[in-house]
C-alpha cells in the first residue's frame, strides 16, 4: 500500500456542471468547515476563466476578490482548475493570459492550479506550467481521454510535455469517459511512472459504478492523489464519493471520514434529488462504447425521446467514435430521417375499400389494447402500428410504419420476429438502416420534407416534419383507405415541441384534405382530429 495521500475535493468545481456553478453560500459554508475537519488537503472551488456571455455563479471564475470573500477554514488549502484551451486560444501570448488570469501567489488565495488538458493539448502545456509556476503555485496537469490511447503515444505526449524543465508538481490522468477498468488503471498507472518520477494522481467517473474501486485500486499501485466530490457530485454520472474513500482510507492517514456524513446525507443528498446524477444504464452504456458522459447526459434530459430512441441514438453515437462532445455531432445523432427521395413501392389502392387502424405508444394503447384489437376485428381494418408495441400481439398486426432511423436500428430484430410487412422510406435511410432492413418485405414509400408543403404520390409524400404516424396517414390515403381511425394517439404536454409538430401536420393535411371525414381518433387524443370511441355502436 502507497505510504502518502493527497485527497483533493472538487465538488464546487464538478458538481457546478449542474447547478450553473452557483452554490447557496450557507452551503458553501457548511461544505468548508466539513471539508476542514476530515483533513482533506485541499479544495478545489471551482474554475478560473475568462468573462463570457451569459449569467454563471461566482465558482465559474473563481476570482480573486470572491475567494476573499469565502471563510475559509484553517487548514484547507484551495485550488482551481484552468482549461488548457482558455489559455492556448487567448488572442494574447500564454504568459499574457497566465498573468491576466492569475496574480502572484503570495497575492492570492489559490495555493494549486490545475490544467486541464485534452490529449491533443497536452504537448502544448509546458509554457502554461512555467507561468504559472514562476508566479510561485503548486500546478497539475490533468490529461483527459487518455484511456485507451497506445502506450507509446501517451509516453510522447508526456514526454514533450516534461521537457525544457516543464516540470509541474503533480500529474493526473481523468477517467474522461468513465470507462477504465482496474487492468485499464494500472497500465496508465504505468506509463505515467516510465516518464515522470513525481506525484500521480487519478480523477474517476462513475459511468460504470467504479469510480471509487478504481480511486481505491489506484492507490494500491502507487497513485497517491485522489480526486472525489461529496455523494459523487459531478457532470453526468459524477465521480467517486468522498466520504466513501474517506471511510475506506481516511482512518490510516490521520483524516476523518465521519466529518462529511451529515453533509453528505443531508444537504447534498437534497442536491441529487434535485439534479439526478449518478450511475445509470444510459451513462454505462455510453462507456462501454467509448462515447462522451455529455451526449448521455444531453439525451437524458431531452424529454422529446422515448428510452428505446435514446439507446438508438447513443448506439448511432458509438459507430461515430464520439468520444469528445460536439454540439454539431450530436444534433446529427438526433436526426431521424434522411427524407430526400422518392419511394420504390406504389401504395396506389394498396387499402382499397378498407379501413386502417392505426396503433401508436400513447398510455391509452396498452389501457385500451383488448378492445382496440376488438374495435380491428369488427371493423376488419387493416392494423397497422407506429414502430412496433410489445403489447400489440403480432397475429393481429398488419404492418408497422416506421421513419425514424433510430428506432429502426434499435428495432431491427423486432420486425424480424414480427414477420409483417414494414412500411418505411428505405431510400431515404442513411445505409446502416437499410442494411438493418434487407431480408424483410419493405414497403418502400418515399419522404421528403417541406415545411410548408403537403403532397402526395403513388410512390411518396412530402410532409412538413418527418414523423412516423403523419407518414402512416399520408401512406393510407394515398392507399385509398375509407376510413382511419387512430388509438394510443394521446398527445404531448402543450410545451413539448413534438406537440406542435403533430399539430402543424395536421393542419396542413386539413387544408389539402378531407381529412376530418376520413380521420378519427377513437381513444382521447389531445390532437385536432374527429373525436369519436371505439366504444361506440
Given at each position: 500500500m502507497t505510504k502518502n495521500l493527497t485527497l483533493l475535493d472538487c465538488t464546487l468545481r464538478d458538481g457546478g456542471y449542474y447547478t450553473n456553478w452557483d452554490f447557496a453560500p450557507t452551503l458553501v459554508d457548511?461544505?468548508?468547515?466539513?471539508?476542514?475537519?476530515?483533513?482533506?488537503?485541499?479544495?478545489?472551488?471551482?474554475?478560473?476563466?475568462?468573462?463570457?456571455?451569459?449569467?454563471?455563479?461566482?465558482?465559474?471564475?473563481?476570482?480573486?476578490?470572491?475567494?476573499?470573500?469565502?471563510?475559509?477554514?484553517?487548514?484547507?488549502?484551495?485550488?482551481?482548475?484552468?482549461?488548457?484551451?482558455?489559455?492556448?486560444?487567448?488572442?494574447?501570448?500564454?504568459?499574457?493570459?497566465?498573468?491576466?488570469?492569475?496574480?502572484?501567489?503570495?497575492?492570492?488565495?489559490?495555493?494549486?492550479?490545475?490544467?486541464?488538458?485534452?490529449?491533443?493539448?497536452?504537448?502544448?502545456?509546458?509554457?502554461?506550467?512555467?507561468?504559472?509556476?514562476?508566479?510561485?503555485?503548486?500546478?497539475?496537469?490533468?490529461?483527459?481521454?487518455?484511456?485507451?490511447?497506445?502506450?507509446?503515444?501517451?509516453?510522447?505526449?508526456?514526454?514533450?510535455?516534461?521537457?525544457?524543465n516543464h516540470q509541474p508538481d503533480v500529474l493526473y490522468f481523468a477517467d474522461s469517459l468513465g470507462n477504465m477498468d482496474a487492468a485499464e488503471v494500472t497500465r496508465l498507472y504505468d506509463i505515467f511512472r516510465d516518464v515522470w518520477p513525481g506525484p500521480i494522481g487519478i480523477h474517476t467517473h462513475n459511468n460504470q459504478g467504479l469510480a471509487v474501486a478504481n480511486s481505491l485500486h489506484a492507490h494500491s499501485v502507487g497513485v497517491t492523489w485522489l480526486d472525489a466530490t461529496v455523494q459523487g457530485m459531478g457532470r453526468g454520472a459524477g465521480n467517486a464519493e468522498m466520504e466513501i474513500?474517506?471511510?475506506?482510507?481516511?482512518?490510516?492517514?490521520?483524516?476523518?471520514?465521519?466529518?462529511?456524513?451529515?453533509?453528505?446525507?443531508?444537504?447534498?443528498?437534497?442536491?441529487?434529488?434535485?439534479?439526478?446524477?449518478?450511475?445509470?444504464?444510459?451513462?454505462?452504456?455510453?462507456?462501454?462504447?467509448?462515447?462522451?458522459?455529455?451526449?448521455?447526459?444531453?439525451?437524458?434530459?431531452?424529454?422529446?425521446?422515448?428510452?428505446?430512441?435514446?439507446?438508438?441514438?447513443?448506439?448511432?453515437?458509438?459507430?461515430?467514435?464520439?468520444?469528445?462532445?460536439?454540439?454539431?455531432?450530436?444534433?446529427?445523432?438526433?436526426?431521424?430521417?434522411?427524407?430526400?427521395?422518392?419511394?420504390t413501392w406504389n401504395a396506389n389502392q394498396h387499402f382499397e375499400d378498407r379501413d386502417v387502424l392505426f396503433v401508436a405508444a400513447g398510455p391509452t394503447s396498452q389501457h385500451y389494447a383488448r378492445d382496440i384489437l376488438g374495435f380491428a376485428e369488427s371493423k376488419n381494418a387493416a392494423l397497422l402500428t407506429i414502430n412496433t408495441l410489445p403489447h400489440i400481439?403480432?397475429?393481429?398486426?398488419?404492418?408497422?410504419?416506421?421513419?425514424?432511423?433510430?428506432?429502426?436500428?434499435?428495432?431491427?430484430?423486432?420486425?424480424?420476429?414480427?414477420?409483417?410487412?414494414?412500411?418505411?422510406?428505405?431510400?431515404?435511410?442513411?445505409?446502416?438502416?437499410?442494411?438493418?432492413?434487407?431480408?424483410?418485405?419493405?414497403?418502400d414509400f418515399g419522404l421528403r420534407v417541406n415545411r410548408d408543403h403537403f403532397e402526395l404520390s403513388e410512390t411518396g409524400c412530402t410532409l412538413p416534419h418527418a414523423l412516423s404516424a403523419i407518414y402512416g396517414i399520408a401512406l393510407a390515403l394515398q392507399g385509398g383507405a375509407r376510413q382511419i381511425y387512430l388509438a394510443g394517439f394521446d398527445g404531448y404536454s402543450a410545451g413539448d415541441p413534438r406537440q406542435q409538430e403533430m399539430i402543424d401536420c395536421l393542419e396542413l393535411l386539413r387544408a389539402h384534405t378531407a381529412l376530418d371525414q376520413r380521420v378519427t381518433a377513437i381513444t382521447p387524443t389531445t390532437y385536432p382530429v374527429k373525436q369519436g370511441s371505439l366504444y361506440a355502436p
Amino acid at each position: 500500500m502507497t505510504k502518502n495521500l493527497t485527497l483533493l475535493d472538487c465538488t464546487l468545481r464538478d458538481g457546478g456542471y449542474y447547478t450553473n456553478w452557483d452554490f447557496a453560500p450557507t452551503l458553501v459554508d457548511r461544505y468548508l468547515r466539513a471539508v476542514a475537519a476530515s483533513g482533506i488537503e485541499f479544495v478545489e472551488v471551482g474554475l478560473r476563466n475568462f468573462a463570457r456571455e451569459g449569467f454563471v455563479g461566482p465558482f465559474a471564475y473563481s476570482t480573486e476578490a470572491f475567494l476573499n470573500r469565502l471563510d475559509v477554514p484553517e487548514g484547507v488549502s484551495l485550488g482551481v482548475m484552468v482549461d488548457a484551451k482558455t489559455l492556448l486560444s487567448a488572442e494574447m501570448s500564454i504568459r499574457d493570459a497566465v498573468d491576466v488570469l492569475f496574480p502572484p501567489r503570495d497575492e492570492s488565495r489559490v495555493e494549486l492550479v490545475r490544467v486541464a488538458a485534452h490529449f491533443g493539448e497536452v504537448q502544448d502545456c509546458g509554457p502554461i506550467i512555467s507561468a504559472l509556476k514562476s508566479l510561485g503555485y503548486t500546478v497539475g496537469v490533468n490529461l483527459m481521454q487518455a484511456s485507451g490511447k497506445p502506450a507509446d503515444a501517451i509516453a510522447n505526449k508526456l514526454n514533450t510535455l516534461l521537457s525544457a524543465n516543464h516540470q509541474p508538481d503533480v500529474l493526473y490522468f481523468a477517467d474522461s469517459l468513465g470507462n477504465m477498468d482496474a487492468a485499464e488503471v494500472t497500465r496508465l498507472y504505468d506509463i505515467f511512472r516510465d516518464v515522470w518520477p513525481g506525484p500521480i494522481g487519478i480523477h474517476t467517473h462513475n459511468n460504470q459504478g467504479l469510480a471509487v474501486a478504481n480511486s481505491l485500486h489506484a492507490h494500491s499501485v502507487g497513485v497517491t492523489w485522489l480526486d472525489a466530490t461529496v455523494q459523487g457530485m459531478g457532470r453526468g454520472a459524477g465521480n467517486a464519493e468522498m466520504e466513501i474513500l474517506l471511510t475506506e482510507l481516511g482512518a490510516q492517514y490521520g483524516k476523518r471520514a465521519e466529518a462529511l456524513y451529515e453533509l453528505a446525507m443531508e444537504d447534498f443528498a437534497e442536491l441529487r434529488k434535485r439534479y439526478r446524477w449518478g450511475p445509470s444504464l444510459m451513462y454505462y452504456f455510453s462507456a462501454k462504447h467509448g462515447i462522451h458522459p455529455t451526449y448521455a447526459q444531453e439525451l437524458m434530459a431531452d424529454d422529446r425521446y422515448t428510452s428505446a430512441e435514446k439507446i438508438a441514438i447513443i448506439q448511432h453515437l458509438a459507430e461515430l467514435s464520439a468520444n469528445s462532445f460536439d454540439k454539431s455531432l450530436y444534433n446529427t445523432a438526433l436526426v431521424r430521417h434522411f427524407a430526400d427521395g422518392a419511394g420504390t413501392w406504389n401504395a396506389n389502392q394498396h387499402f382499397e375499400d378498407r379501413d386502417v387502424l392505426f396503433v401508436a405508444a400513447g398510455p391509452t394503447s396498452q389501457h385500451y389494447a383488448r378492445d382496440i384489437l376488438g374495435f380491428a376485428e369488427s371493423k376488419n381494418a387493416a392494423l397497422l402500428t407506429i414502430n412496433t408495441l410489445p403489447h400489440i400481439p403480432a397475429d393481429a398486426v398488419d404492418g408497422v410504419v416506421s421513419v425514424d432511423q433510430n428506432r429502426i436500428r434499435f428495432e431491427a430484430s423486432q420486425f424480424q420476429d414480427l414477420a409483417k410487412p414494414v412500411y418505411a422510406p428505405v431510400s431515404c435511410l442513411p445505409d446502416d438502416c437499410q442494411r438493418e432492413l434487407r431480408g424483410l418485405d419493405i414497403r418502400d414509400f418515399g419522404l421528403r420534407v417541406n415545411r410548408d408543403h403537403f403532397e402526395l404520390s403513388e410512390t411518396g409524400c412530402t410532409l412538413p416534419h418527418a414523423l412516423s404516424a403523419i407518414y402512416g396517414i399520408a401512406l393510407a390515403l394515398q392507399g385509398g383507405a375509407r376510413q382511419i381511425y387512430l388509438a394510443g394517439f394521446d398527445g404531448y404536454s402543450a410545451g413539448d415541441p413534438r406537440q406542435q409538430e403533430m399539430i402543424d401536420c395536421l393542419e396542413l393535411l386539413r387544408a389539402h384534405t378531407a381529412l376530418d371525414q376520413r380521420v378519427t381518433a377513437i381513444t382521447p387524443t389531445t390532437y385536432p382530429v374527429k373525436q369519436g370511441s371505439l366504444y361506440a355502436p
